[in-house]
């Protein structure tokens, strides 16, 4: 038991030590950044940030929103805001899986995606799903991030 405390106390030192760096976005083709999305990210060190996925249904003001570009960025805006209470900010996502209602929705979820990352893109899954938690939803965005040093 001894033996198991030591090595966990030099792991737990050496993780502490270790400076956390910025992710790496591999750079994707012509068309990858047409859709505004990387092909893989690269990390080391820093904290992970796992989110739970984020509909933009509901307005600040609780109001419905009922286009599916202005939900988009409300999970975006929701997404930020709570990384910013883990010091952290979009630029920190490293992946996102999307899932949105209509596949019709696709090229305009790709337009708010690069309105929201002008560069350094995460990587990104895009999926038609048929069902949400509530009817009202069009898209769902779940994301984790990378917080370190430089990130």
């Known amino acids: 038991m ?3 405390r030591i090595a966990a106390a ?5 993780l502490a030590t270790t400076p956390a ?6 750079e994707g083709t012509p068309r990858m950044k047409e859709r ?3 092909p893989a990210v690269i990390t080391e ?3 992970i940030v796992w989110l ?9 003001d609780g109001s419905t929103i009922k286009t599916f570009g202005e939900q988009a ?3 975006f805006r929701e997404i930020d805001a709570t990384l910013k209470r883990v010091g952290g900010t979009l630029a920190n996502v490293v992946t996102m899986t999307v899932f949105i209602r209509h596949q019709s929705d696709g090229d305009e979820f790709v337009k708010v995606r690069a309105e929201t990352f002008k560069s350094g893109f995460p990587a990104s ?3 038609t799903a048929s069902d949400f938690a509530r009817p009202e939803i069009l898209v769902e965005i779940q994301a984790v991030a990378v917080i370190g040093e430089r990130n």
């Not at 760096?21 to 591999?26: F, G, H, P, Q």
Request: positive net charge.
């Open 125 to 127: 899954a895009l999926i």
């Open 2 to 4: 001894t033996v198991l």
């Open 52 to 60: 739970a996925g984020m509909g933009g249904s509901r307005a600040a």
């Open 45 to 47: 060190g820093g904290r």
């Open 21 to 26: 760096s910025a992710a790496e976005r591999l």
């Open 73 to 75: 960025r409300q999970a």
């Open 10 to 14: 030099i792991l737990i030192a050496a």
């Open 36 to 38: 505004a999305y990387s």
